[in-house]
């Protein structure tokens, strides 16, 4: 479970020892305003890519939705509205499919590779993400 903001850490919202099947991720988006919503959902569809599972995102105020594996939204609940969403959940990816985790297991390499091409070292907070973007 992914309550409210957390789910906008990349890396950091799966124990990869104890990877689940989907993410829950409850949020009261009332304090965003009009603008958060819409980016607080932007960011729980990219963890879905990241991380290669789905998300169920239910919120009171926000855009609950249900999020596939690979970010496309299978059903929503628009914004201030009342509702609820009936389908399936949708399967998760294997780990191994899961293309931001390889690369960011193989970041050491790249950070390496981007030195040679005099590219700046990435900053702890991005880990390999700023080299392989390079």
């Not at 009009?34 to 879905?48: D, E, F, I, T």
């Not at 390499?109 to 040679?116: G, P, T």
Request: proline letters at 10%.
């Amino acid at each position: 479970m992914q309550i409210c903001y957390e789910i906008i850490f990349s890396g950091e919202v799966v124990d990869r020892a104890h990877r689940p099947r989907i993410l829950f991720n409850p949020s009261n988006d009332a304090w965003f305003g009009k603008w958060g919503p819409p980016q607080h959902l932007a960011q729980a569809r990219m963890r879905a890519i990241e991380e290669g599972l789905p998300i169920l995102r239910a919120t009171p105020t926000g855009i609950s939705a249900i999020i596939a594996a690979d970010g496309r939204l299978v059903a929503t609940v628009p914004h201030e509205t009342a509702g609820a969403i009936e389908q399936p959940m949708p399967s998760a990816l294997p780990p191994n499919a899961v293309l931001a985790r390889r690369q960011r297991d193989g970041g050491d390499r790249r950070r390496a590779d981007a030195r040679k091409r005099g590219c700046p070292a990435p900053s702890p907070a991005l880990g390999s993400y700023k080299a392989f973007l390079i």
